[in-house]
């Protein structure tokens, strides 16, 4: 037979509805008084009704969480930071998947406020007027982005692109591509702007080389730009765009790193385990995923306005990158296949027309198709083809 408030209330020596305040109103009971409630619930085992709560308290014990794209690898291991965090702090999370049309997000927002005390968002291409909107429903924090006046978790950007060229430099890399991903999305301004930055500082020429789908696909599609540009080495926008990259070039016979080094971002699983291993800059998606349940936690036991606390500073918190240096990263080899590219501080390159299609300023051969039966490497990274391979870090700047 399952406990009840009276159950707890009897054994505690206190009415049902101090048991009620002090489970659900800690503040408001005598501390010595809510210890010893919370020991007697704990030792009969009473777990209380969210819903009965809920109508007490207005709160439904519910956080939510908006992602762009689940099957992304980029986001298991943050939504499980999230869950097992939030859990601990005994909330329970509602998810939605945008699918990675920003059009509808804010329709998901106001759909999930409705069940949820506060939204963690991962919304990249949202437009600013949407962010604040969504903000005023439920209290908000931001992941991987930022937006005025809302808390957010970022990674630190700059720092990371910093890491990457000065790393590409040291080997002897002088022109680096940069093959970005979606045009609104918030991280590509980001990089793109650290990248200028760093690429000035080194010394390097940095060509951009258009916008593409943060995806497997979207690699293929970015092969021939990276070709006829000339570089020597290429960051990708994310790691799955990086994986295209290296499997295409593979099957048009340019070795990596050999003829060309290649660096993603996001430091997924698979990374580690496909042949090549990927050079990637790590994202600690996991310390991000508990800093968004703290933050969020933070706002909802904040005081509300007009409590004379006087204003509050946005809470933002900035997290540091870490390259990881593998197999597809090398010393400058032989000059790489196709015309070079300008020497200019910055080469931007036409962005695709369409889907798989490349452009470059000037004259340039006609972009070939990839090859066929290019696939996702997560399933060849089953393959009994090698082992995974290790990893060896850079040192923090």
């Not at 409590?307 to 593998?326: C, M, N, Q, Y």
């Amino acid at each position: 037979m399952a406990v009840t408030i009276r159950d707890v209330a009897r054994a505690a020596g206190v009415s049902p509805s101090t048991v009620s305040r002090a489970l659900s109103l800690p503040d408001m009971v005598d501390p010595t008084t809510r210890d010893r409630v919370l020991r007697v619930a704990t030792h009969l085992g009473y777990q209380p009704n969210r819903a009965a709560r809920g109508l007490i308290t207005g709160r439904t014990g519910n956080l939510g969480l908006l992602l762009p794209d689940l099957a992304n690898p980029f986001f298991p291991s943050m939504v499980k930071a999230i869950q097992r965090h939030a859990h601990q702090a005994d909330y329970q999370v509602l998810m939605m998947d945008t699918d990675e049309d920003p059009t509808v997000e804010l329709a998901l927002v106001r759909s999930l406020a409705k069940q949820v005390d506060g939204i963690i968002l991962c919304a990249p291409r949202m437009r600013p007027q949407d962010l604040r909107e969504a903000a005023a429903v439920r209290p908000t924090v931001l992941v991987n982005r930022t937006g005025r006046r809302l808390p957010a978790v970022t990674f630190d950007n700059h720092q990371g692109m910093h890491q990457v060229v000065t790393y590409l430099a040291g080997l002897g890399h002088t022109d680096i591509g940069f093959v970005g991903g979606p045009r609104s999305s918030w991280s590509n301004a980001e990089r793109l702007r650290g990248l200028r930055d760093a690429a000035g500082e080194a010394g390097v020429r940095l060509a951009e080389l258009g916008n593409f789908t943060p995806n497997f696909a979207g690699g293929l599609a970015a092969t021939d730009g990276v070709i006829v540009a000339g570089v020597t080495a290429v960051l990708a926008y994310n790691d799955l765009v990086a994986l295209g990259l290296v499997r295409s070039l593979a099957a048009r016979g340019i070795d990596v790193p050999g003829r060309l080094s290649v660096v993603g971002i996001d430091d997924i699983a698979v990374s580690s385990m496909i042949h090549p291993g990927l050079t990637s800059l790590g994202l600690p998606t996991g310390t991000a995923g508990r800093a968004a349940v703290d933050m969020l936690l933070q706002l909802l036991s904040a005081p509300g306005p007009g409590s004379g606390s006087g204003p509050a500073r946005t809470p933002h918190i900035d997290i540091p990158t870490e390259l990881v240096v593998r197999e597809t990263t090398g010393p400058v080899g032989p000059a790489p296949p196709g015309p070079k590219a300008p020497k200019t501080s910055a080469v931007r390159l036409s962005p695709p027309s369409g889907p798989g299609s490349s452009r470059s300023r000037g004259r340039s051969p006609r972009p070939s198709p990839p090859p066929p039966n290019l696939t996702d490497p997560v399933a060849d990274a089953f393959e009994p083809r090698s082992a995974p391979t290790g990893r060896r870090r850079t040192t923090r700047r």
